[in-house]
């Protein structure tokens, strides 16, 4: 009978599963061109956030990690981003009352909309309509793709000119 498990040696391959299909499977920002767009990621959740923020560095972006929305609400004040990926279910604030304060904060500062999508598992018409009301431009549904990231990011780059839509959904999340 073979072992179930077997013990790994610092001389034993190891080998990882892509996080990917295909090495080419989305959009990148060449390196060194234009810097690449500075995306805030708010997840609290530890395996949603590793995989948010390699993808987006594959993509060439340059990710800034907070783990709930009142620390968006402060990373955003502080700092510039081009786009903000908003979980919706967090702890301390939670992405539609974050993305409120921070729509709230722009309009008071005269400061431009800062690009913000949900990122979330559902999103039934009724909670769409409540992502429109609180300042969201998109919608992005777990689980996607790195095409479907790419996307989504290449629309807010800032060496791209673009139009924000008051919600819209990328190619393969809803429509």
């Not at 080419?24 to 061109?33: K, N, R, W």
């Not at 309009?107 to 039934?124: E, L, N, Q």
């Not at 000119?161 to 819209?168: C, E, G, R, W």
Request: proline share 9%; with cysteine.
């Amino acid at each position: 009978m073979k072992p179930l498990l077997t013990s790994v040696t610092p001389s034993s391959p190891v080998r990882h599963a892509p996080l990917w299909r295909e090495p080419y499977d989305a959009p990148t920002f060449v390196a060194g061109a234009e810097p690449g767009p500075r995306v805030l990621v708010v997840e609290d959740d530890p395996v949603q956030a590793l995989l948010l923020t390699l993808m987006l560095r594959h993509l060439g972006a340059t990710p800034m990690l907070v783990t709930d929305g009142a620390q968006a609400i402060e990373a955003v004040k502080a700092d510039h981003y081009d786009l903000v990926l908003m979980d919706y279910l967090m702890p301390v604030t939670d992405g539609i009352e974050a993305t409120r304060c921070i729509r709230q904060w722009e309009r008071d500062t005269g400061r431009a909309a800062t690009p913000i999508a949900a990122v979330t598992a559902s999103a039934m018409h009724d909670e769409r309509q409540r992502y429109v009301e609180s300042g969201m431009n998109a919608v992005i549904l777990k689980p996607f793709s790195a095409r479907t990231l790419g996307e989504l990011v290449s629309r807010y780059n800032p060496t791209q000119a673009h139009a924000l839509t008051p919600l819209s959904y990328p190619h393969g999340a809803l429509s």
